[in-house]
T-cell receptor, first 109, second 113 residues
Framework: DAKTTQPNSMESNEEEPVHLPCNHS???????IHWYRQLPSQGPEYVIH???SNVNNRMASLAIAEDRKSSTLILHRATLRDAAVYYC??????????FGGGTRLMVKP | DTGVSQDPRHKITKRGQNVTFRCDPI?????LYWYRQTLGQGPEFLTY????????KSRLLSDRFSAERPKGSFSTLEIQRTEQGDSAMYLC???????????FGPGTRLTVT
């Protein structure tokens, strides 16, 4: 799995959109980009994944750069419950996940 | 609740003792994963099963660690002769093969004194 790079932390105001960046410059053509998040004292939770096209689900949107070397997780309206560590993972063919340090998102009321 | 469950949630043990953790995956999932997470770090893969077969083990899984999934349902992770460095959160996850989403349990927090 390719290495991913994320900022250590980010802050957002409640009810505003949040854009969480991830660089994966060594990603291979068959690697999917996954996002998980981990709320305090809980196990990680799947958020979204994609290969080339942008993806939307009820939790978030994933915007993937045309060259696939970076992606952005978009939370459309941050709530206090979105405060968590967000992990971006480059992943191929469904075995173990390789987590990095993630981005700690703080949401201010 | 049909999610992944883990037991116990917390375990405190003395160095040198053996401990065993249990994971019950989501019932239709035939893949089961174990991860370990130390404070401030992301989870690290330990091992995974497809049904009862253990298909991959990390080099992190020393000889003191053993995992089983005897009937392809629940799994146990045993640590023998625990060391202080084993103190961590042990996470279990499950998935369908070919599906990318892994569903995690709440974890077992191990403290070795």
């Amino acid at each position: 799995d390719a290495k991913t790079t994320q900022p250590n932390s980010m802050e957002s105001n409640e009810e505003e959109p949040v854009h969480l960046p991830c660089n994966h410059s060594t990603i291979s053509g068959t690697d999917y980009i996954h996002w998980y998040r981990q709320l305090p004292s809980q196990g990680p939770e799947y958020v979204i994944h994609g290969l080339t096209s942008n993806v939307n689900n009820r939790m978030a949107s994933l915007a993937i750069a045309e060259d696939r070397k970076s992606s952005t997780l978009i939370l459309h309206r941050a709530t206090l419950r979105d405060a968590a560590v967000y992990y971006c993972i480059s992943h191929n063919a469904g075995n173990m996940l390789t987590f990095g340090g993630g981005t700690r998102l703080m949401v201010k009321p | 609740d049909t999610g992944v469950s883990q037991d116990p949630r917390h375990k405190i043990t003395k160095r040198g003792q053996n401990v065993t953790f249990r994971c019950d995956p989501i019932s239709e999932h035939n893949r089961l994963y174990w991860y370990r997470q130390t404070l401030g770090q992301g989870p690290e893969f330990l091992t995974y099963f497809q049904n009862e077969a253990q298909l991959e083990k990390s080099r992190l899984l020393s000889d003191r660690f053993s995992a089983e999934r005897p009937k392809g349902s629940f799994s146990t992770l045993e640590i023998q002769r625990t060391e202080q460095g084993d103190s961590a959160m042990y996470l279990c996850a499950s998935s369908f093969p070919g599906f990318y989403e892994q569903y995690f349990g709440p974890g077992t927090r191990l403290t070795v004194t």
